[in-house]
């Protein structure tokens, strides 16, 4: 249901900018957000986006250089990552549902290495 895509190697410091793509029918009403996770721990929650795209939050230590949107012409919710540091290596996963806290799809994930 969700295809993630834009996952890859960056040197500390540089950006990348990771899409998540879906059918119209669940894109619309839905909300979307970003988890991620590491070998060995549980999924941390990133970045989330509203149905109307007007309201976004953002885990607090990666504010001001992680941004969430929509393309409601793409169907696609897209997660901008500027000022990567090798901390936020993992693997990105994009989930939905009419609550991100408890979504009804996931992702299956991209890997995000930083080095």
């Known amino acids: 249901q969700l295809v993630e895509s834009g996952g890859g190697s960056v040197q500390a410091g540089g950006s990348l900018r990771l899409s998540c793509t879906t059918s119209?029918?669940?894109?619309?009403?839905?909300?979307f957000g970003w988890f991620r996770q590491t070998p060995g721990k549980g999924p941390e929650w990133v970045a989330t986006?509203?149905?109307?795209?007007?309201?976004?939050y953002i885990a607090d230590m990666l504010k001001g250089r992680f941004t969430i949107s929509r393309d409601n012409d793409r169907n696609t919710v897209s997660l901008q990552m500027d000022r990567l540091k090798p901390e936020d290596t993992a693997v990105y996963y994009c989930?939905?549902?009419?609550?991100?806290?408890?979504?009804?799809?996931w992702g299956q994930g991209t890997q995000v290495t930083v080095s």
């Open positions: 989930a939905t549902g009419a609550v991100v806290a408890a979504p009804d799809y």
């Open positions: 119209r029918a669940v894109y619309t009403d839905n909300c």
């Open positions: 986006i509203n149905n109307s795209g007007r309201t976004t």
